[in-house]
Structure formats: C-alpha cells, structure tokens
C-alpha cells in the first residue's frame, strides 16, 4: 500500500506565501511523478505543476511565476512554495504520484490540503 501524505496548507492573505508539502510512504519501488492539482468549489481539478525531473518544472499559466515545486528523491517528498497568492487561488491542493510497484505502475492521490486566501 502506497500512500500521499499533505501538510501546509491553511488560511493565508492575498499576497502571502504557503509551501505544501507532500510526502509518500509504503512499499514502492520508485517513483516516476509527482505533481500538484487543485479543485476549487464548483470547478473541474486542474493540474497546477509537474516536473518529470529536476531540470524540467512545467506550471499552468495561472501561477506561472508564482509557484515553483520541487523534489526531494531522498525524502520521496515534492513541495509547493505558492508565493503572491491571490483569492482565485483558493482550492483544495491534491499531490499527485504515479508509482512503479512489483505488478506494475501505480497511480496514487493525497487526501488534498485546503488552501484559503482571503483577507
């Protein structure tokens, strides 16, 4: 059993700053992704970042030179520092993790961390 455990998210005013994070644990081999969504009320989930490696981070155009993630392989951990956070940012942030185990390959989620911003 693999899972995604998220941490960080809260109530933070427009132009503050949060870092998610996003940990996985259980039995795995190695993992090939991981990345963040996020779903606002109402709204379809949409992919927010991904980095297939280090060298290679891709953002979706709303937060394009906002939010920056990251990866720590020895920690199997990804992060989300989301800086000048705007009140359209307001979602619920879902890691993201696809996961080679002994049967094949494994895709997993997070259990989402709330992200609030508001004055």
């Known amino acids: 059993q693999v899972q995604l455990v998220e941490s960080g998210g809260g109530l933070v005013q427009p132009g503050g700053s949060l870092r998610l994070s996003c940990g996985a644990s259980?039995?795995?081999?190695?993992?090939?992704?991981m990345d963040w969504y996020r779903q606002a009320p109402g709204k379809q989930r949409e992919l927010v970042a991904w980095a297939i490696s280090a060298s290679s981070p891709n953002y979706a155009d709303s937060v394009k030179g906002r939010f920056t993630i990251s990866r720590d392989n020895a920690k199997n951990t990804v992060y989300l520092q989301m800086n000048s956070l705007k009140p359209e940012d307001t979602a619920v942030y879902y890691c993201?993790?696809?996961?080679?185990?002994?049967?094949?390959?494994?895709?997993?989620w997070g259990q989402g961390t709330q992200v609030t911003v508001s004055s």
């Open positions: 993201h993790a696809v996961v080679r185990v002994p049967t094949g390959w494994s895709t997993i």
């Open positions: 259980g039995s795995f081999i190695s993992i090939n992704t």
